[in-house]
């Protein structure tokens, strides 16, 4: 699609076939099974030798536009849409690694994601080394002979610390270099969508994004998406062993023909024609929330009853000119604070009339959360400390309604406690 700009690709997308009558959104196929003009024919598409669709659990119609045109956005190699954000991210793994091999992972990750990974996978015989991702000396020093990925997000919460990926990929390419073994940089960029971070042009290998949020339109259905950004060769990675003839898309095509196939957890025509609608306005919503985040992030900042307002958006965060660089001079939805304790912020967030009290992010509507009673009520005291999850801390998820109105609602809360 050469150099279209981003708004021109997530309206128009980049459809293989266009819909026979024609229509101007891609309809939703939502049928299973495909007919074949031959017996030769549907013996191909199953050697996949002739690209066809032949059953929805592997590739749709609808689900393959949704798929080119994330895959546009991202200006990738492939991408393949999954059922959630953690389908996308159990996909990679089950794909890209064999028992005894281990990954080096973030220490403050999405809970569901973290949990996939100290115990699901453990349980294959799959270790994750969880380091500081700020101290790249730690990030160095985990990788042995044995660790096929690096894995990250663009900003994670509540901790909202932003990975410096430039020098993360970095490491993981002289690694490769000096060892001659496959190490991916993988990134979830659900937080940031590729708006704001553009992972091809950090040399990072693959994103997965949760596309439940911002992409879906607003939280409006669940999904996922894997997208091989086209920075990696795929060589020296032993679960790719039997796709090696097919060299850089070894990664895809065990993925499509073995694990996204046997996994089952595929994208629903249905949904995918709906992401596909809410990409259409991704960045409209992205500019809105982030602007209301900015706003709200300095209102607290300077209000006597916030003790600390985690933002990268804020000069005085530690991560400022990092997020700045990285994610296009924007700084996301989501933001963090602390209020004295438990008690305070629970009559704080009872207050609220606009706000809504919720566990999501990159919805329409401002959601608010307090994490350490919910998304991190099972991890012990040392986990919440090492991911800076006080009594005290809110997250708020800001959405895209007037910021005075949001404003006022806070006030009036804080006047509460
Ligand atoms: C929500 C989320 C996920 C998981 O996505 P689901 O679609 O809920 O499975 C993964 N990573 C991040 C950063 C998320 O916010």
């Not at 453990?122 to 985990?142: H, M, P, S, W, Y």
């Not at 709200?296 to 990268?312: F, Q, T």
């Not at 997020?323 to 008690?343: C, I, S, Y």
Request: charge should be negative; proline fraction near 3%.
């Amino acid at each position: 699609m050469g150099k279209l700009g981003f708004d021109t690709k997530a309206v128009h997308g980049d459809v293989l076939k266009e819909d026979i009558h024609k229509a101007i959104r891609y309809p939703i196929y939502a049928g299973v099974a495909f007919h074949f003009e031959s017996a030769e024919d549907i013996e191909d598409a199953f050697a996949f030798r002739k690209p066809a669709h032949a059953y929805s659990r592997v590739t749709n119609p609808t689900v393959e536009a949704f798929e080119r045109k994330m895959n546009g956005l991202e200006d990738g190699r492939a991408a393949v849409a999954t059922a959630s954000g953690m389908a996308a991210i159990s996909n990679v793994f089950f794909n890209l690694l064999k028992q005894g091999e281990n990954i080096v992972s973030a220490n403050s990750l999405f809970g569901n994601t973290y949990s996939f990974f100290k115990k699901t996978l453990k349980n294959f015989g799959i270790e994750t080394r969880f380091v500081d991702i700020d101290d790249l000396d730690q990030v160095r020093e985990a990788i042995n002979g044995k660790t096929r990925a690096l894995f990250l997000e663009t900003i994670s919460n509540p901790k909202m610390n932003v990975p410096d990926i430039t020098k993360i990929v970095e490491i993981a390419r002289e690694k490769r270099m000096a060892r001659d073994h496959g190490i991916a940089v993988i990134v979830d960029g659900t937080v940031t969508t590729p708006y704001l971070f553009k992972g091809k042009e950090f040399g990072v290998d693959l994103v997965v994004h949760s596309s439940t949020k911002l992409i879906s339109g607003g939280a409006t259905s669940i999904g996922g998406v894997i997208v091989d950004l086209g920075n990696c060769e795929w060589s020296g990675f032993p679960s790719l062993e039997d796709y090696k003839k097919l060299g850089e898309l070894s990664f895809l095509a065990r993925l499509r023909k073995e694990v996204y196939r046997d996994l089952g957890a595929c994208m629903a025509p249905q949904i995918a024609f709906l992401q596909s609608l809410g990409l259409e306005t991704l960045s409209l919503r992205v500019e809105k929330a982030c602007k209301n985040t900015l706003e709200l992030a300095g209102y607290l900042a300077r209000h006597d009853k916030v003790i600390r307002v985690n933002y990268p958006g804020l000069p005085d965060s530690p991560f400022h000119a990092l997020a700045k660089k990285q994610f296009n001079n924007r700084f996301g939805g989501v933001l963090t604070f602390e209020l004295p304790d438990k008690q305070t912020s629970f009559t704080f967030l009872n207050h609220l009339k606009i706000i809504r009290r919720a566990s999501n992010l990159g919805d329409n509507t401002t959601l608010i959360i307090h994490p350490a009673s919910t998304l991190f009520q099972e991890y012990t005291m040392e986990e919440k400390e090492t991911m800076d999850v006080s009594e005290g801390l809110i997250r708020l998820s800001v959405g895209i309604e007037d910021v005075e109105d949001l404003m006022e609602d806070i006030e009036q809360a804080l006047h509460k406690i």
